[in-house]
C-alpha cells in the first residue's frame, strides 16, 4: 500500500514539475529580440496559401522577458511561458519556440465538426526579410489529425519597415 501511495505521489509531483517547466519563460535570444520592430508584406514574394485566410499586410512585434505583443490581425499579446492566451475571436494562442524562432500556434474549435482548426505560425528573421512559415491543420475529437485540403501551408515575406 505504502508504495503504491509513493508510486502515485513521485507521478503527480512529476507531472507538476512537468507542467511548470513548460510554463518557464522563454530565454530571450538574438533570433527572438531581433523580431521586434514593423514589418510590411511583400506581396511579389512567398509561396503556397491557406484557403480563406490571407496574410496581414503589416506586422508590429514587441518582444520583451515575459511575452510577445504581436498587432496583426491574427494575434495579439501572447506569454512567452507556453501558456494558453484566450484571443479575441475565441480561439487560443500559445508561444515556444522552433529551432529557436518564435512559434506562435493558434487553436480554434470548429463548430459542429468535434474538430479544432490548428494554425501555426514560425517566424523568422534574415536580414531585412521577416518569413512567417503557416500552416493549418485539423485535430479530431478522436485523435486523429487532418489535413486542410484548399491549401494549408503559406509562406509569407515582409520587409522592415
Same mark, same amino acid.
Given at each position: 500500500? &505504502?508504495?503504491?501511495? @509513493?508510486? *502515485?505521489?513521485?507521478?503527480?509531483?512529476? /507531472?507538476?514539475?512537468?507542467?511548470?517547466? $513548460?510554463?518557464?519563460?522563454?530565454?530571450?535570444?538574438?533570433?527572438?529580440? %531581433?523580431?521586434?520592430?514593423?514589418?510590411?508584406?511583400? =506581396?511579389?514574394?512567398? *509561396?503556397?496559401?491557406?484557403?480563406? #485566410?490571407?496574410?496581414?499586410? $503589416?506586422?508590429?512585434?514587441?518582444?520583451?522577458?515575459?511575452?510577445?505583443?504581436?498587432?496583426?490581425? @491574427? !494575434? &495579439?499579446? #501572447?506569454?512567452? %511561458?507556453?501558456?494558453?492566451?484566450?484571443? @479575441?475571436?475565441?480561439?487560443?494562442? =500559445? *508561444?515556444?519556440?522552433?529551432?529557436?524562432?518564435?512559434?506562435? +500556434? /493558434?487553436?480554434?474549435?470548429?463548430?459542429?465538426?468535434? *474538430?479544432?482548426? !490548428? /494554425?501555426?505560425? !514560425?517566424?523568422? !528573421?534574415?536580414?531585412?526579410?521577416?518569413?512567417?512559415?503557416? +500552416?493549418?491543420?485539423?485535430?479530431?475529437?478522436?485523435?486523429?489529425?487532418?489535413? #486542410?485540403?484548399?491549401?494549408?501551408? &503559406?509562406? #509569407?515575406?515582409? +520587409?522592415?519597415?
Amino acid at each position: 500500500m &505504502h508504495t503504491r501511495n @509513493f508510486v *502515485a505521489a513521485t507521478l503527480i509531483l512529476t /507531472m507538476l514539475l512537468s507542467l511548470e517547466a $513548460q510554463r518557464a519563460p522563454i530565454p530571450l535570444t538574438p533570433k527572438l529580440t %531581433d523580431l521586434e520592430g514593423t514589418w510590411r508584406l511583400d =506581396s511579389t514574394r512567398g *509561396a503556397g496559401s491557406l484557403c480563406g #485566410i490571407g496574410p496581414a499586410p $503589416q506586422v508590429s512585434l514587441k518582444v520583451s522577458p515575459t511575452e510577445v505583443e504581436i498587432n496583426s490581425s @491574427f !494575434v &495579439h499579446d #501572447i506569454e512567452l %511561458d507556453g501558456s494558453e492566451t484566450q484571443l @479575441f475571436d475565441g480561439r487560443t494562442a =500559445s *508561444a515556444a519556440t522552433d529551432a529557436g524562432w518564435l512559434a506562435v +500556434t /493558434m487553436r480554434r474549435i470548429r463548430p459542429g465538426a468535434a *474538430a479544432t482548426n !490548428v /494554425m501555426r505560425d !514560425v517566424y523568422i !528573421v534574415q536580414g531585412r526579410d521577416l518569413t512567417v512559415w503557416r +500552416t493549418l491543420n485539423v485535430e479530431f475529437e478522436d485523435g486523429r489529425d487532418g489535413k #486542410i485540403d484548399c491549401g494549408n501551408r &503559406h509562406a #509569407i515575406v515582409y +520587409t522592415r519597415e
